[in-house]
């Protein structure tokens, strides 16, 4: 991906801006003119829409069809330290007119109850344009080839034995225009697609099932990564998977070895490492949403947050990534999004969005800024974050070999964390065991526990590139409203030492 400053690149691209750029540039001008007059010290905007489509199959019919376009603005406005902000859904001149007005007179609301004024660091402006390269815009695609993909893919678990299965796609656009005061004019469009199917079979005669989720992930790409994921293929793997886990024995409790692999592990570093490294949930500012974080900033640079082997990267650049895009919503450069949260097992950086580096004495934040929405207030959200490979070879064959008696686990299932995002539980689509460095049958009821800070201490083995893969959620929670991002977490397998493992039939 490359930041397109030359118009010309534009027309190289699969899914051209839809809307009227000349119209958002000239609305923003507005917008920036007059708050400006009333006296704002900084003000930015962001204009444009989001589409979006879900379509779902179950068995041999189509279930649900949703399509959205959702245009509109979010105005912001620094006034005397005080956010003042108004969002509509239209991109007329009249309600940008009414927006500077509500967005001044807001801030100037919050002034009484400040705290501390609000600062924000410089930022150097920027001119430019970045369209994300796509392969097929999904919005292009007929539906019916979309809902016959899927009647395909149930056919498929069906045919080999499945007694239910439901399968998805979700897909979204977001074009947007980020203007602010200081000469920011950055034009910016992505697009995100999500296949998904869940099989379910019954055993008839105990009256148990056993279901099994698809393992393809989300990607920042267009209806060829539907295209590209073999998941017939895979559903048919799946019943497999389903059918071993009916007759499977239940797990035993207790402490053990587990190797994770990423299909697992990313949910697990989003929920551990993710959102307990935001500084708004460190400084206890965000606490909805499992809340606050055991993190606090005097930790920086001597929290020791896991061994040596653990080396956490945020990034906006990693090819396919759901929070990859040139510049954030604050409208800071994704060069500032290239940070480790944890060096070799040392907490290093918190997530930051404009206004809070401050806080922590830093000069400036580093690019964690989205607004699910044109009409919703910026707030501080995850780039991507990943687990590095191991730069020397390892393969998972190498990772299990070291392991008496363990598990492996494959797939994301069920999460829970508390409020401070350090006792965490998390299920799985298969749980493998390990006996003598040999991979042997599942088990099924299956889940771990543990603590944050203990648990990625106990991490002793590291796959290398061999074993990485990058998943992800559309859908990541935060804030009140909620707001919905989008993000992908990186991950090499990767073995853990002294785990405890849960039956969940029985604990
Ligand atoms: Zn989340």
New binding site residues.
């Given amino acids: 991906m490359t930041v397109a400053h030359n118009p010309k690149d534009l027309s190289r691209t699969a899914a051209p801006f839809r809307l009227d750029r000349a119209r958002l540039a000239e609305l923003a001008e507005m917008a920036l003119a007059a708050v400006r007059r009333a006296g704002a010290s900084y003000a930015d905007i962001r204009l444009g829409e989001t589409r979006r489509q879900f379509v779902q199959a179950k068995e041999d019919r189509l279930d649900e069809f949703f399509e959205s376009v959702s245009p509109g603005f979010g105005l912001r406005v620094l006034v005397d330290g005080c956010w003042g902000f108004y969002g509509a859904r239209s991109l007329e001149r009249g309600a940008i007119a009414a927006a500077v007005e509500r967005a001044i007179h807001n801030a100037r609301a919050v002034a009484p109850i400040r705290v501390a004024p609000v600062q924000i660091e410089e930022t150097e402006p920027h001119v430019a344009e970045w369209i994300m390269p796509l392969g097929v815009d999904p919005f292009a695609v007929d539906a019916p080839a979309k809902v016959e993909r899927l009647v395909a893919v149930n056919a498929a678990a069906l045919a080999a034995g499945a007694d239910y299965c439901v399968s998805s796609f979700a897909f979204a656009t977001e074009e947007r225009l980020f203007a602010d005061s200081r000469g920011s004019r950055i034009f910016q469009s992505r697009t995100r697609t999500q296949p998904s199917f869940e099989v379910t079979l019954i055993d008839k005669a105990s009256g148990r099932f056993a279901t099994r989720e698809s393992l393809a992930p989300a990607r920042a790409a267009g209806w060829e990564h539907a295209l590209s994921c073999d998941l017939l293929g895979e559903a048919r793997q799946a019943v497999e998977d389903a059918r071993q886990k009916l007759g499977a024995k239940p797990v035993e409790a207790g402490v053990t070895d587990v190797v994770i692999d990423p299909t697992n592990l990313w949910l697990t570093i ?2 551990t490492v ?2 307990s490294t935001e500084l708004d949930r460190a400084l206890g500012w965000e606490a909805n ?1 499992a809340g606050t974080s055991f993190v606090k900033p005097h930790m920086l640079d001597n929290l020791r947050f896991g061994s040596e082997l653990m080396t956490i990267k945020a990034d906006r650049s990693q090819e396919g990534g759901l929070a990859s895009i040139a510049f954030d919503d604050d409208g800071a450069p994704r060069e500032r999004a290239e940070f480790e949260i944890v060096s070799k097992g040392v907490f290093r950086n918190f997530q930051m969005a404009l206004g809070q580096a401050h806080l922590i004495g830093a000069e400036r934040s580093n690019g964690c800024a989205y607004a699910d929405d044109p009409t919703a207030f910026p707030i501080q959200r995850m780039p991507n974050i990943s687990l590095a490979p191991n730069p020397e070879a390892c393969k998972l064959e190498q990772l299990i070999g070291g392991v008496e008696k363990g598990l492996y686990i494959v797939g994301a299932g069920s999460w829970s964390i508390d409020q401070q995002r350090d006792n965490f539980q998390f299920g799985g689509q298969m749980f493998y065991e390990i006996r003598d460095g040999k991979l042997g049958e599942p088990v099924r009821d299956a889940a771990y526990q543990g603590r944050t800070i203990p648990f990625w201490n106990s991490l002793d083995g590291l796959g290398d590139a061999s074993t990485y893969r990058l998943c992800g959620t559309f859908t ?3 804030a009140e409203p909620m707001q919905l991002a989008p ?1 992908s977490h990186g991950a090499p397998a990767a073995r853990f030492r002294g785990v405890t493992v849960l039956n969940t039939a029985r604990d």
């Fill in positions: 989003h929920e993710g959102h949403f990541c929670g935060k993000v």
